[in-house]
Each structure stands twice: as structure tokens, then as C-alpha cells.
């Protein structure tokens, strides 16, 4: 029984191995899809999931060969990711709390704004030039070519996703047949029919882009969220299978002897032998 930490130890960084793929698979998903083209968070997860491979393979060769060595800085990582993981999600929920979109009368489709979101998340989508990344992004997956050619009717009954609404055609409150100058929301001037301009620099489209990397990431928070409580099991288990292989190092089976009391006792037999003497009996 003193060595089922070991074997549970071992098999479960077994799992933690195929838990990994999930992780990176995420990371990648974000990295890869064509729709959202945001790169804000999937860095950092894809960053977690090669670690957590990478330290499942020290704790099985720690936890299954008794190397202590390898169970220490299996342990020490682990603790490091594990704090990792937990400040990542809570920074993830953080910055990715506001926002949602706003209705809009009359139709299927939401609208954004890009002061609804968070500071943060503002500041990284107005950078030039990581916006002139996302915006040639966008071009390239095509998204507002499966609307051009909706009717009048299709936007009043389809829906749209984030970057739709926000690049592909101006605010629904823009006026274009006023004859008199009326004041209207600026992405109203910056829209313009040519297929390589539309709303791409729009704070709406800004705005799409961010709804996608919120609802992005709480999708991957219930994985993360998942995977914490994973970790923190396996690295109670892995403190066990790291104090028996510290025992295994050693002559005795159980660990080094604490038993004092089988040593000789000098300080008693020099007073016993002080009392005899006293007595008579030497």
C-alpha cells in the first residue's frame, strides 16, 4: 500500500498527457480559426499545454522508476503551472467580462461597441499594427463575402456573427439619405462600399473582433477550470509518490529511523551508575 502513490502517480501523468492535447488543441483552434483571427490568450494557453506535457513525462519517470530528482522538479513545476493556470483564467475572465453587444430593433443580429470592453482588451485591438494583422486576416477567411449578397430582407431575418456585423456593413442607426448634415456615430463616415475597405476601420469591427476572443475564451475557462482541479489532485498524489521515493532511498522501508529511544542512552546509564555507587552496590 506504501507504493500505490507511485503507480497512481504514474498512471495519472498518463492521463495528463492525453489531458495536454486539449490544452495545445485550444491553443491551436484560436490560432487557426479563420473566422476570429484574434491571437490575444491562445499564446499563453499553448505555452501551459507543452508544460503540462512536458512535466508528465518527469512524474511517470520519477513516480515509476523511484527517481527522486525527477519527482522534486516534477513538483516544484507543477505547483509553478498550477498557479500559472489559475492566474491565467481569472485574468481571462477578467478582461473578458464586459461587452456582449447590444440589440438592435427589428432584427436577428447583435451590434458592438468597442467601449463596452475592457481596457486592456482596447488597448491590444488599437495598436496599428496588430490591427493591420487581424483586419488582412479577415480579408483572407472571406467573411464578409458570404453576406454581399443578402437582401434587404435576409438582414432583417438572418443572423450574423460578431465580425459581420461589425466589418461588413456600417452601424444600422447610419443615415446615408439625409440631405442635411445630422450627427451620427463616426464608424458611420469611415464605411465604404469597396469590398478591400467596408467597416475594417470601424471601433464596430474592433468591437466583432473582441465579442469573438470573449466568447472564445469562455469556452476554453470551463476547460481550464476542469483541468485545474486535475492538477491540484495529481499533485497532492505526487507529494505522496515523492515522500516514498525518499523512503526507497534509504536502508530502512519505511524512511529514515525516528526511533530514538533504541540508541544507548548514556546520560541514563551514567546516572544509574552514579546512584550504585552512592548505594554501596560498586
Not at 127 to 137: E, L, V
Not at 196 to 222: F, I
Not at 242 to 264: D, L, M, S
Request: with cysteine.
Amino acid at each position: 500500500m506504501r507504493r500505490l502513490s507511485n503507480t497512481v502517480i504514474g498512471f495519472l501523468n498518463l492521463f495528463t498527457l492525453l489531458a495536454s492535447i486539449p490544452i495545445i488543441g485550444g491553443g491551436l483552434w484560436m490560432a487557426r480559426n479563420s473566422t476570429s483571427c484574434e491571437s490575444f490568450l491562445q499564446t499563453p494557453l499553448l505555452v501551459v499545454g507543452f508544460v503540462v506535457l512536458v512535466i508528465s513525462l518527469a512524474g511517470f519517470i520519477g513516480a515509476c522508476f523511484h527517481v527522486a530528482w525527477a519527482l522534486w522538479v516534477y513538483l516544484v513545476v507543477m505547483l509553478f503551472l498550477i498557479g500559472t493556470l489559475m492566474a491565467l483564467t481569472v485574468f481571462g475572465f477578467v478582461v473578458t467580462s464586459q461587452g456582449g453587444g447590444v440589440e438592435v430593433p427589428g432584427r436577428v443580429y447583435k451590434e458592438y461597441r468597442l467601449q463596452d470592453y475592457s481596457p486592456w482588451l482596447r488597448n491590444r485591438i488599437k495598436d496599428p499594427n496588430y490591427w493591420m494583422t487581424i483586419r488582412s486576416c479577415i480579408l483572407g477567411s472571406k467573411t464578409c463575402a458570404k453576406i454581399a449578397l443578402w437582401t434587404p430582407l435576409d438582414y432583417l431575418e438572418k443572423d450574423m456573427s460578431p465580425i459581420q456585423s461589425g466589418c461588413c456593413k456600417p452601424p444600422t442607426s447610419c443615415n446615408y439619405n439625409m440631405a442635411t448634415a445630422v450627427a451620427q456615430d463616426p464608424d458611420c463616415y469611415h464605411w465604404n462600399n469597396a469590398p478591400d475597405l467596408l467597416c475594417y476601420e470601424c471601433d464596430s469591427c474592433k468591437a466583432g473582433v473582441l465579442e469573438n476572443v470573449r466568447r472564445d475564451w469562455h469556452k476554453l475557462s470551463v476547460l481550464n477550470i476542469v483541468m485545474l482541479v486535475f492538477l491540484i489532485g495529481i499533485y497532492s498524489i505526487g507529494c505522496c509518490a515523492f515522500r516514498n521515493t525518499k523512503r526507497a532511498e534509504t536502508e530502512y522501508p519505511y524512511g529514515e529511523n525516528r526511533v530514538k529511544h533504541i540508541k544507548p542512552r548514556w546520560d541514563y546509564h551514567w546516572w544509574r551508575w552514579l546512584q550504585d555507587k552512592r548505594e554501596g552496590l560498586y
